[in-house]
């Protein structure tokens, strides 16, 4: 297993997996699942969700990754369980169907940097032209997998690890500024309020299961990308620290991303919040807007800046979803490394073409699916984001603590956890995670899973 590779440090792993974590869930999807669900009301689920349900599933992805040093589908027969490699599969189907269409809304991110960069404020009123110019917004998509390509390509420690390790710190100083900025603006604190505000009336079960889905989606759990960062972590690395920090980092920049965007909506829209549901439109139909009264000098760098710090934060999280199919190739089928990542981001980016032609470009695609119950018809892309975001990551959350505890054993877990954090046997944390992987995470995600599909995809509602 030499030649695999692996991180060169405690911090790279940590830059990298936050990295993978941190993304456009953050910084576009939150807000906007923050601003249909009621402010403050999604965000006390949202982290109820991330620490409760979403520790114990990170916790067994990582030490299930550095046991096998294998990716997703390989680590379950190497730990002598070939008939559970089904979940390493659906993992690795549920990565390639997300990046297929991350790869479409990073190009917007990067296309929307191009125009600030050139003064093109009216690029926000021209969001729905924009999406449907499936050239231009294919090209962006092309150089995004490129760049993405070219970063995997070089390896972990050369590629994965040196990219987050220059990406990572330079987002987090983009958008602290920008979040100190926003809220020096008229009307700021209205955006604030509205964030910490909590509305409970807005809390309906569809709410709930987004609510689960980001969590999941945000940490990039249920998949097995942390199985496969996992198994390039050293030996000495201590697991439990690790997943503190990367949940922190994740839900840090989720919550610093909300104090940068509403103040920004409530100084453009005067302080009036009553009506910010903006969808999925809420960054890039809203924003260029706001940019655009700060005058052409600052709103021009602040507009670059916001966008720059959108495509950062979506490359570092493509790199970890095409290094999951990639691992899988690299180990499974002996392929070169170059191989693999070049077959396969060509073969993710033609699986995505669905995805670029569904925002109102191909009326087939973009009217794709009527789920029963309702009479409003879903494009293909939010068809496959509620589909591998909403349902597939919980899914694979569940099943995945059901291997660790009543397959592979608690016992096995926690003396893989003991490697690097001897203090582990025995502690209060133990018992913790012990209870989620046996009974908490099983039970409830099992139960949201069942209610997502029946609700989703059937209008069968039970809240
Ligand atoms: N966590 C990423 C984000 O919040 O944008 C998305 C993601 C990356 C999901 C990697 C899953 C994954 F394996």
């Given amino acids: 297993m030499a030649t695999r590779g692996g991180f060169s440090s405690k911090f790279g ?3 990298a997996a936050a990295g993978s974590a941190v993304g456009l869930g953050n910084i576009w999807k939150f807000p906007f699942e923050v601003g249909d669900g009621g402010g403050a009301a999604f965000v006390v689920m949202y982290l109820g969700f991330c620490f409760v349900l979403c520790f114990p599933v990170m916790v067994s992805e990582i030490a299930i990754g550095r046991r096998t040093q294998r990716n997703p589908v390989g680590a379950f027969e190497a ?12 993992g690795i189907l549920s990565g390639v169907l997300i990046l297929s269409f991350y790869n479409v809304v990073a190009g917007w991110a990067f296309g929307y940097f191009l125009e600030m960069v050139q003064g093109n404020f009216g690029i926000g009123g021209q969001f729905s032209d924009f999406v449907k110019n499936v050239s231009r917004v ?34 987090i100083v983009i958008i602290l500024s920008l979040a100190f900025y926003a809220m020096t603006l008229p009307n700021a604190m209205a955006g604030v309020t509205f964030y910490f505000l909590p509305d409970f009336s807005k809390i309906t079960s569809d709410v709930v299961y987004s609510a689960l889905g980001q969590a999941f989606f945000s940490l990039s759990l249920g998949m097995g990308a942390l199985i496969t960062y996992g198994s390039y972590v050293g030996k000495n690395d201590n697991i439990i620290e690790s997943t503190v920090l990367i949940t ?11 104090l940068m965007m509403f103040p920004l909506v409530a100084y453009m829209n005067q302080g009036d919040m009553s009506n910010i549901s903006g969808g999925a439109g809420l960054i890039f139909a809203t924003l260029p807007g706001v940019f655009e009264t700060l005058g052409q000098g600052t709103g021009v760098f602040i507009g670059a800046l916001f966008f720059l710090l959108l495509s950062f934060a979506a490359l570092t999280s493509t790199v970890s979803l095409l290094e999951v199919p990639v691992a899988f190739v690299v180990d499974e089928f002996k392929l070169p490394r170059k191989v693999a990542v070049w077959g396969l981001a060509t073969f993710i980016f033609i699986i995505g073409v669905p995805s670029l032609l569904s925002n109102g470009y191909s009326p087939f695609w973009t ?28 899914l694979g959350g569940c099943l995945i603590t059901l291997f660790t505890a009543y397959i592979w054993k608690k016992e096995n877990l926690s003396d893989e956890i003991a490697v690097g954090n001897p203090k582990f ?29 029946l609700d989703r995809f059937f209008g069968i509602k039970f809240i």
């Avoid at 008939?83 to 390493?88: C, E, M, P, S, V």
């Avoid at 994740?250 to 919550?255: K, L, M, N, Q, Y």
């Avoid at 209060?428 to 908490?440: D, F, H, Q, T, V």
């Fill in 13 to 15: 792993f940590i830059a």
């Fill in 79 to 90: 730990l002598g369980y070939k008939n559970w490699k089904f979940i390493g599969m659906m």
């Fill in 138 to 171: 294919g090209l962006y998509g092309i150089c995004f997998m490129l760049a993405t390509a070219f970063i995997v390509s070089k390896g972990i420690a050369g590629g994965v690890e040196k990219a987050a390790k220059f990406l990572m710190p330079t987002l």
């Fill in 248 to 258: 922190l980092a994740d839900v840090g920049i989720a919550f610093i991303a909300g």
């Fill in 367 to 394: 009217e794709f699916v009527t789920y029963f119950g309702s009479d409003k018809p879903t494009d293909f892309m939010t068809f496959v984001s509620d589909l591998a975001n909403d349902t597939m990551l919980p």
């Fill in 425 to 453: 046997k025995g502690s209060l944390i133990e018992k913790l995670i012990n209870l989620g992987i046996s009974y908490i995470c099983p039970l409830v995600l099992g139960s949201l899973f069942i209610l997502t599909v």
